[in-house]
């Protein structure tokens, strides 16, 4: 139940383009989820991240999209760009449950120019 | 703000020597902070949570005999892996829960020899 479970595990997109990536959690409690972005040798860095009070959330060119009845979340990255080939990360955590933070498998992104 | 510095970045160290990984908060107290570990092309796996001043909480399967976390202060965290074997070598990174969300180190690369 502690899960979060990430789709796809790796993604080409050409520059300009959407790039999407799904992640799904089981655990109601949930009530915080961010994405993050790590390049090789790094630690992650937020991206952007959402409440379960609000459906959709934009920063930039990322967009957050939550649906708590089918317990999912996506991330889109409008306007791919070379720069943003990384790997990302899902995660959840429940402000209850002494805030660990759950982390999906991860999905490589290349952005081919 | 809500920086986490990690030192060292990168360690070599024999089999069976003991290897020390420090976290600080550098404008911020942190509490909590948690230890996570990376294996090529996988997840950040949670090892253990660390609250200042009491025992750390370890997660189901990882040693608490190998991986000593000591955190003495709100403003370091230390994670020791004692009598390093190969098998341990792997990209060690830390977090804290500042006031917007998580932060985290830039990890470290343990390689043991």
């Known amino acids: 139940q502690q899960q979060v479970k990430q789709s796809p595990q790796s993604l080409i997109v050409q520059k300009g383009g959407i790039s999407i990536i799904n992640c799904a959690y089981e655990n109601t409690a949930f009530d915080y989820f961010p994405w993050y972005q790590q390049f090789p040798g790094k630690g992650p860095a937020l991206l952007i991240a959402?409440?379960?009070?609000?459906s959709e959330k934009k920063e930039g060119r990322f967009t957050i999209s939550f649906n708590k009845s089918a317990k999912q979340f996506s991330l889109h990255i409008m306007d791919s760009q070379p720069g943003d080939s990384a790997t990302y990360f899902c995660?959840?955590?429940?402000?209850?449950?002494?805030?660990?933070?759950?982390f999906g498998q991860g999905t490589t992104l290349q952005v081919k120019p | 703000g809500a920086v986490v510095s990690q030192h060292p970045s990168w360690v070599i160290c024999k089999s069976g020597t003991s290897v020390k990984i420090e976290c600080r908060s550098l404008d911020f107290q942190a509490t909590t902070m948690f230890w996570y570990r990376q294996f090529p092309k996988q997840s950040l796996m949670l090892m253990a949570t660390s609250n200042e001043g009491s025992k750390a909480t370890y997660e189901q399967g990882v040693e608490k005999d190998k991986f000593l976390i000591n955190h003495a202060s709100l403003t370091l965290s230390t994670l020791t892996v004692t009598s390093a074997h190969p098998e341990d070598s792997s990209f060690y990174i830390c977090?804290?829960?500042?006031?917007?969300?998580?932060?985290f180190g830039s990890g470290t690369r343990l390689t043991v020899v």
């Open positions: 959402i409440r379960p009070d609000v």
């Open positions: 977090s804290a829960i500042a006031n917007y969300g998580y932060t």
């Open positions: 995660a959840a955590s429940s402000s209850s449950n002494t805030g660990k933070l759950i």
